[in-house]
């Protein structure tokens, strides 16, 4: 019978195998992906939340031309459906019932206090606005520290 430690380490190697499958079918499908990007697809599917397999928006804007900039960032710089939510998350509220929520608000919070955060959001470019992907707990706490506006690294994908 084998031990933990090589059961845990077959374990590895098998999620390991499996997340660089599903990397490579997600760089297959959209080759101009940024890897960051990519790995956050992978990291979705895996926790059997894959919000933006099945939407034809997301699609299209995932096969788009990407582009990592620095974003000044303000509550109205997002479309109505993101700012929507965010104005809702910035009252406490957790209509998603997003897991461990206070959690990693605290978390991130923490980390904002040495500064804007330099791990990038993502986000796609709408002509309403930017569509919020992924950074939400960063967003929502930065934006709670420096209402009038601060400066975000972001992976932003422009339709073709």
Do not use: C
Not at 57 to 62: G, V
Not at 96 to 114: A, G
Not at 140 to 155: H, R, V
């Amino acid at each position: 019978m084998m031990n933990i430690i090589t059961q845990l380490k077959k374990l590895a190697r098998d999620i390991t195998s499996r997340r660089q499958g599903v990397l490579r079918l997600i760089k297959e499908k959209f080759p101009n992906l940024p890897d960051y990007v990519a790995q956050d697809m992978a990291y979705s599917i895996f926790k059997d939340n894959p919000k933006w397999m099945d939407d034809k928006y997301y699609q299209e804007l995932l096969g788009g031309n990407w582009k990592q900039e620095k974003l000044q960032i303000t509550l109205d710089v997002f479309n109505s459906k993101t700012k929507q939510q965010l104005e809702q998350r910035l009252k406490g509220e957790n209509p998603n019932l997003v897991p461990r929520d206070t959690e990693r608000h605290e978390t991130q919070k923490e980390l904002l206090e040495k500064g804007p955060s330099e791990e990038p959001i993502i986000v796609f470019k709408t002509p309403q606005g930017y569509d919020l992907v992924e950074g939400w707990h960063r967003t929502i706490q930065s934006l709670l520290k420096w209402p009038d506006g601060y400066e975000q690294n972001a992976w932003v994908s422009y339709p073709n």
